[in-house]
């Protein structure tokens, strides 16, 4: 039972934030890694292997979005079928909720996210208003020094 109608695209997109934690997780204990293997890299050198990193966690975590928006099953069709294994009886229940959670994870991380976008376009409007607020043209005796020097 789908709950949201962008059921699949907002359980793709809480997957991917589940995802991506263990993912950047594995790249910053490489990122540690090759800091106490390489402990005299240059500034430029490991700002440069930072930014890499951070591209391919990136990367990954697109693709996996992708990937699991198209593979999920059509809405209403319910979870994979398990193995054939023996499973306890609870296992459709555990099965399907990843599918009633995920979709509320990501409603609230695209509500944190515009929040966050909200607070940087205010505090961006508002450095402008600085940058411009309270100009006055310089003194005829300063320019006049700085045309002379």
Known sequence: ?????????????GWTLVNSWWQFGILWMVWLLIQK??????????YNLAVGFLLTGTIWAIIGFIGRYLNLPAAGA????????AT??????????????????SILYLAWL???LS?????????????NSGLRKVPVQWRIFTEAM
Not at 88 to 105: N, R
């Open 114 to 116: 515009a929040y966050k």
């Open 88 to 105: 306890p009886a609870s296992w459709p229940a555990l099965q399907e909720l990843p599918s009633l959670i995920f979709p509320f994870i």
């Open 37 to 46: 293997v390489w402990p005299r890299a240059s500034s430029a050198s490991r």
């Open 78 to 85: 319910g979870p994979a079928t398990p193995p054939a294994i």
């Open 1 to 13: 039972m789908t709950v949201f109608p962008q059921s699949a695209w907002l359980e793709a997109l």
């Open 119 to 131: 607070h940087l376009f205010i505090q961006l409007r508002s450095i402008r208003s600085l940058a």
